[in-house]
Each structure stands twice: as C-alpha cells, then as structure tokens.
C-alpha cells in the first residue's frame, strides 16, 4: 500500500480527517512569531499544504501566499478554496522558488514526511536557500524519545447521512531514524461500514539532533506547542514549534 494512500485516494475526506484543527489560531499564532522574529515581508510559501486552509489564512492576513505539495487532488481542493494563490505539485525535500521569500512554514507535523533524516537535511536545506536573509522557516516536531505508543487521538464527524470516525497515533520503535503515523478512517452509512487503514513512514530525530542540523543555517528558537502564547520549551514536553531565522 503506498505510503500516501489515504491521502490520495481519499482526498475528498481530508478536512473531515482535519475537523478538529483550528486552522486560524495556527495560523494566527505563526504570523505573530513571523512579526516577532522574522524580517517585516510578506511573501509565504505553506509546504505540504494540503488542501489549502492554512494558505487561505495567511491570504487574509495579507500575505502573498502560495503553497506545495506531492499529492495533486489535495492541490485541485486547494485551488478552489484559494483561487489568488500559486499552488505547485512537488516535493518539500527538493523545492526551489522564482524569488526568495519571507516565510516558509510547514504545519501538522508534515516535515515528519521527509521519510529519513537524509531527506530531512535536503528539505532543511531547501528552505534556507529559498528565504531572504531574516526569513522565518517555522514547523512543529515530535521528539522521537518521547512518543508513547499507547497515545492516539481521535474525533468523529457527521456529513449527511454518514458518520465518519477518525483516529491517529505515532510509533516508534525505540532506536533508528523511521517512525510510523497510524491511520484509520471508518465511515458508516446506515447499515454499511467501511474502513481504511494505513502507516506513513516519518523520519524520527529527537529535539538534540534536530537542533542540530538546523543550527549551522539559522539561529533556532524552541517554543511549546501552543499557538496561542509564545512560551520557550520547557526542555520536558515531546512536541514544540520552531521558529529557525536564516543567518
């Protein structure tokens, strides 16, 4: 099964799949830590940007926003949610753009789709040759020694006359640089239940050695995962935002 099957082949439940995610705050709070940190610009560009929302976002706060990513119906949605922005099929580890930007940003922990710390570096690397100097890469991260393979999360969704039952949860091994990202998306209609299920393989790193490979190229800032405030890590917690401000 391909690593991107869901995705693809169920593109049209994705936002049901997101129904929990509050799109806005996200994207509020990334634009107060650009304001905070970065270089004055308004030039965006949202890798893995799904279906779009997060792009729309950054649209009405005045951006000039575009957005990439590797599953073209997930771009076709995106198009119509933000006709005013440019959309690109590619790959966030091998991007280049036409001029440099001011923000790149890469939400719902989906620089974990890198694959391999390989593909990590080449996507840390794109990033930094695509921003002015003063641009703002911003991302969150899970730290591979704190995943606790017993968690998940989970939410349900009505659309018509189905009920739609989503759930998630990260795997990790305990040694190498791969984890998983389970998924499960159950739709029952009446009498009739269907299913689909699927792992992702994402690149594992603890916070040390992502710090690490972003270090050389930017001077990196490690907030809790709450963008709503702007908090330093507290060193504890096994997700975070970073902030990383090319040098």
Not at 128 to 155: S, Y
Not at 180 to 199: C, F, M, N, R
């Amino acid at each position: 099964m391909p690593s991107n099957y869901l995705y693809t082949d169920l593109s049209a439940y994705y936002d049901l799949m997101c129904a929990d995610i509050n799109y806005h705050a996200q994207s509020y709070g990334v634009r107060r830590l650009h304001q905070l940190f970065g270089n004055e610009g308004n030039t965006h560009l949202d890798l893995a940007c799904g279906t779009g929302p997060h792009v729309r976002h950054f649209i009405d706060f005045g951006y000039q926003s575009s957005g990439l990513d590797i599953n073209q119906p997930m771009l076709e949605q995106a198009k119509a949610r933000c006709p005013e922005a440019h959309f690109s099929l590619g790959d966030m580890c091998d991007f280049q753009v036409d001029e440099p930007l001011d923000l790149i940003t890469c939400f719902l922990y989906s620089i974990h789709y890198s694959g391999d710390i390989k593909k990590l570096k080449q996507c840390v690397a794109s990033a930094h040759r695509a921003l002015k100097p003063g641009g703002v890469f911003c991302f969150n991260f899970v730290d591979k020694d704190k995943i606790d393979n017993r968690l998940f999360e989970r939410h349900t969704v009505t659309q018509g006359d189905s009920l739609f039952s989503f759930s998630s949860a990260w795997h990790y091994r305990g040694e190498g640089d791969k984890q998983g990202l389970k998924l499960s998306i159950t739709k029952a209609t009446g009498s009739v239940t269907q299913s689909w299920d699927d792992e992702h393989p994402m690149v594992a790193v603890n916070f040390e050695e992502l710090e690490n490979i972003l270090k050389p190229n930017f001077d990196v800032h490690i907030l809790e995962h709450d963008y709503e405030k702007i908090v330093p890590w507290d060193g504890t917690s096994g997700n975070a935002i970073f902030v990383c401000v090319k040098a």
